[in-house]
């Protein structure tokens, strides 16, 4: 059943150095110095833009996904009792794009994605097994990161599936560069007819379909 994990290329798009190491951090513009980081096991993604290296925690005894970037920390999502995404798996979606999937760091926009599950409770019914995928788009303007928007992009509760999904390896192809812009082709999206292919707006709040 696709929608019980919501298992998506995110997985192999993050490089398997990055997902659940807190001492690597993927090279991207200029080197970072990741020797200098202090390895805890709740970082599940780095990743180096202009020399500053990002990272992000998944804290679950907070209840937290949190970016931590030059001193400043960034609550991405907070995680309500039972909704933890570990309990379906989905936490292994937490991450940042590759560098090859932020086409807007000319913009100061950073990309990560966020999880929690669609439901909580004993795991029954079409979505207890299911998890609500989020696109965060991140202002690295300033010193202290924003975060200008919440983007769901796979939902069991909405009906919302990324192309190819496949539940044993993980791999979608669904995600990519167009001319600049993050592109998602989608199975299926609410009531869209067909297999809709989406940009995000140029104000990054929202979804265009084509």
């Not at 990272?55 to 960034?74: E, M, S, T, Y």
């Not at 979505?127 to 975060?147: F, H, Q, S, T």
């Not at 669904?174 to 001319?179: A, K, N, T």
């Amino acid at each position: 059943m696709l929608h019980t994990l919501l298992l998506f290329s995110l997985l192999s798009l993050l490089t398997s150095s990055e997902a659940h190491a807190s001492s690597k951090g993927t090279k991207t513009h200029n080197q970072c110095n990741a020797k200098s980081l202090v390895p805890d096991n709740r970082v599940v993604s780095n990743l180096c833009v202009r020399g500053e290296i990002y990272r992000l925690f998944f804290d679950r005894n907070a209840g937290k996904i949190i970016l931590v970037a030059k001193q400043h920390k960034l609550t991405l999502q907070e995680i309500l009792k039972g909704y933890d995404p570990s309990l379906v798996g989905a936490d292994r979606f937490i991450g940042f794009l590759p560098d090859s999937l932020q086409p807007y760091l000319g913009k100061n926009m950073l990309l990560s994605v966020s999880a929690i599950r669609t439901s909580a409770g004993g795991g029954g019914g079409q979505c207890g097994a299911g998890a609500e995928i989020y696109l965060n788009v991140i202002d690295i303007a300033k010193p202290e990161p924003k975060l200008e928007s919440k983007i769901l992009i796979a939902s069991c509760a909405e009906s919302i599936e990324l192309f190819d999904q496949d539940i044993s390896s993980g791999a979608m192809n669904g995600i990519s560069v167009v001319d600049d812009h993050l592109s998602l082709h989608f199975m299926n999206y609410k009531d869209f007819d067909g297999s809709p292919t989406a940009t995000v707006a140029p104000d990054f709040t929202r979804l265009l379909f084509k």
